[in-house]
């Protein structure tokens, strides 16, 4: 089992900054895609962005690039994402996700084993 921990979600208004993190613990020996996804009261899941075990493959949704950017720290077991340039539609409960049965990474919420209790972010006009 693997238990994921999200933090620094909170406040920031409109073009601010935000660093989220996720700090992995458990059987973490394995090699593991990791994700970010986001989630609005009543809607699905949504792909944020993915990053593969090895750490040299990388996906974002069209919505978030060129303004997320995903980095995992191995030695510390955190996955982290570095949120620039927030607006108002980036408001959302955002979720880590983990997965040592995905090949290289996943925008599927499904094909992850391990989630994150969830951090939220609220970007204000």
């Known amino acids: 089992q693997v238990q994921l921990v999200e933090s620094g979600g909170g406040l920031v208004q409109a073009g601010g900054s935000l660093r989220l993190s996720c700090a992995a613990s458990g059987r973490t020996n394995g090699d593991y895609a990791m994700g970010w996804f986001r989630q609005a009261a009543g809607e699905e899941r949504e792909f944020v962005t993915a990053l593969s075990s090895s750490g040299g493959t990388t996906q974002y949704a069209d919505s978030v690039k060129g303004r997320f950017t995903i980095s995992r720290d191995n030695f510390k077991k955190t996955l982290y994402l570095q949120m620039t340039n927030l607006t108002p539609e980036d408001t959302d409960v955002y979720y880590c996700?983990?997965?040592?049965?995905?090949?290289?990474?996943?925008?599927?919420?499904?094909?992850?084993?391990?989630w994150g209790q969830g951090t939220q972010v609220t970007v204000s006009s």
């Open positions: 996700a983990a997965s040592n049965r995905v090949r290289i990474l996943s925008t599927v919420p499904s094909r992850y084993e391990y």
